[in-house]
């Protein structure tokens, strides 16, 4: 929209908007290119035409009524409504084009997403991908990211749209160095006489909790030198010979198929990990979104059921 447009009631419903999805009037007014004082005056014009007041406002927090709160799901509605309208008009709806941003865990996006991108890149030389890496539950709204590429054993409720792009598992493996001096456990209540190396992020619990497909998840109590919230340090010290790790199957497949690791119990692994595509939620799919994850489902989606299927 021609920013000599962008005025009137519209226009105040998008700021109140990126103000609460943003979590702040400084962030929105980075969002919307306008200053701070021009986000705060038209909130406060819309509370004035509306006369209601929409959140309760500190230094600190902002607080939706429960007038806001209704209101604010009325505007993503007709917000919603006006960018599917635009975006039909301009015809981004069929022609990918422009700045895509695609966030993702490093470690999955390394094995994964970096050795087809290419490939995407080649399908869509009108797009231009902005791919960031991280550990954490996605700030998609606040960051500005498109989608993201996210693992999880559970989901946490969010205003986030995700779709299910597989299913993966952590399996357990140590070196041969570390096995020969200290001995292949026999069942998982032996792994708390191990040096357990264990990761640690907001996407998998920090407790081991193992299965053999028959019975519920046993917890192990495991306990050792080395707590990592990234796969590579923890595959990186336990090839040194330093203990047993619980990790993604697709950190080590490739060390388990050269052997250089070996894995440890091997009718034991983790309850299964989802991986999920999550976007902000909105009605409109716009078309550089809707590319990407039509390829994510077609290159990434069946690498992860065969590695999956390896360890089957």
């Keep these: ?29 980075e969002q ?12 406060t014009e819309l509370e004035k035409r509306l006369g209601a007041k929409l959140m309760q406002r500190t230094t600190r927090q902002r607080v939706l009524t429960d007038v806001g709160a209704d209101y604010l799901e009325r ?14 008009a301009a015809g ?26 290419a490939d995407f890149c080649a399908r869509h030389p009108l797009l231009t991908v902005e791919y960031t890496t991280s550990q954490y539950v ?7 990211v498109d989608v993201s590429l996210y693992l999880a054993e559970a989901l946490s409720d969010s205003a ?9 598992f952590s399996v357990l493996c140590a070196s041969s160095a570390y096995l020969e001096r200290h001995g292949a456990p026999q069942s998982p209540t032996e792994l708390q006489s191990h040096a357990c190396l264990r990761l640690v992020n907001p996407s998998i619990t920090p407790d081991w909790h193992l299965t053999d497909g028959t019975s519920p998840a046993t917890l192990v109590m495991a306990n050792g030198p080395l707590i990592a919230d990234t796969p590579e340090m923890l595959l990186d010290v336990v090839r040194r010979g330093a203990g047993i790790t619980l990790l993604p199957l697709f ?11 070996k894995r440890v119990l091997p009718g034991w692994r983790s309850p299964d990990i989802g991986v999920y595509a999550l976007r902000p939620s909105r009605q409109f799919l716009d078309a550089r979104t809707r590319v990407w994850l039509e390829w994510v489902e077609e290159r990434i989606s069946p690498q992860i059921e065969a590695d999956a299927a390896y360890f089957s």
């Design 1 to 29: 929209m021609r920013k000599n447009l962008e005025s009137g009631v519209l226009h105040a419903m998008r700021a109140f908007l990126c103000v609460i999805d943003s979590g702040s009037f400084t962030a929105a007014s």
């Design 32 to 43: 919307m290119g306008i200053t701070t004082a021009q986000v705060s005056r038209l909130v």
């Design 75 to 88: 505007c993503r509605e007709v917000v919603a409504l006006v960018e599917e309208a635009e975006a039909h």
């Design 92 to 117: 981004t709806t069929t022609k990918p084009e422009g700045r895509l941003r695609v966030q993702c865990m490093a470690n999955f996006g390394q094995h994964y997403v970096a050795p087809a991108m």
């Design 138 to 144: 996605p700030d998609l709204l606040a960051r500005g």
């Design 160 to 168: 986030l749209v995700s779709r299910r792009l597989g299913t993966t």
């Design 251 to 261: 950190s080590v497949i490739d060390d388990l198929k050269s052997g250089r690791l």
